[in-house]
């Protein structure tokens, strides 16, 4: 592809407000523009912007240009705003369910051996990363979470397989990695389900001090206090139970 077409490329997605795909790509020119021609542009383009502030990704639904996590400290002066804050049952409940999808409230908590708070699956769906896609056919049908095309998005991640891989069977393990991920957020993205096998890796009990570190290094605040969450023995709200 010539430099001019490549250009046309490269001003199309700095001033797009949302991921673009190869096909909505290939609608600016007139001319027949092959897929592969496109793919081969898109790479150069990557290349172009190695020593760059700003890098081209592909992620889920499609490719943008983003800031660099080095360029982070700097960004940050521009707009004072605090990071979002999630607890660490947050932080912990979203690991399992990325990691376990399509997963219920109950084999969550089985998991982490606490009741799961509506607030911590409040907040995972209103930020748009976790959805109900279905029922388990059991008893009561509870719902099925798992996560949506936004929470790749907002990891910069193409699809769950780019997960971090766990070193070891650890829910909280889990949560620290989703933690180093979780750096740049689209709230333009499109959220769309994404499910994989319930038979992925499995996750069980978590060191609280080694994950804190990881989720501070990630610049994600972690609250001290898990809120409204409970031992399954103590419960006694009936909306909290499993």
Not at 157 to 183: C, K, W
Not at 218 to 234: K, L
């Amino acid at each position: 592809m010539d430099d001019h077409n490549k250009r046309v490329i490269e001003t199309a997605l700095l001033c797009a407000q949302e991921p673009l795909t190869v096909a909505d790509l290939s609608r600016l020119f007139i001319e027949d523009i092959t897929t592969a021609d496109i793919d081969e542009a898109l790479v150069e383009l990557q290349r172009a912007w190695d020593d760059k502030g700003m890098e081209l990704v592909h992620i889920a639904t499609g490719w943008r240009f983003q800031s660099r996590l080095s360029m982070r400290e700097y960004l940050d002066r521009l707009t004072p705003e605090k990071p979002p804050k999630y607890s660490r049952a947050v932080m912990e409940t979203l690991a399992i369910i990325a990691y376990r999808q399509p997963v219920t409230r109950g084999e969550i908590e089985e998991i982490r051996g606490v009741a799961v708070s509506s607030n911590v699956m409040k907040q995972l769906e209103d930020r748009g990363w976790v959805e109900v896609i279905g029922h388990k056919e059991t008893i009561g049908r509870p719902g099925l979470y798992a996560t949506t095309k936004q929470f790749l998005d907002d990891l910069s991640l193409t699809n769950l397989q780019s997960l971090p891989i766990l070193e070891d069977a650890a829910p909280m393990a889990a949560a620290a990695q989703l933690g180093q991920a979780v750096m740049e957020f689209d709230p333009s993205a499109t959220v769309e389900t994404v499910v994989i096998d319930a038979d992925a890796q499995e996750v069980s009990e978590i060191d609280e001090e080694t994950t804190e570190a990881t989720l501070e290094e990630a610049s994600i605040e972690v609250s001290e206090e898990e809120a409204n969450e409970v031992t399954p023995e103590s419960e006694d709200n009936p909306d909290e139970t499993k």
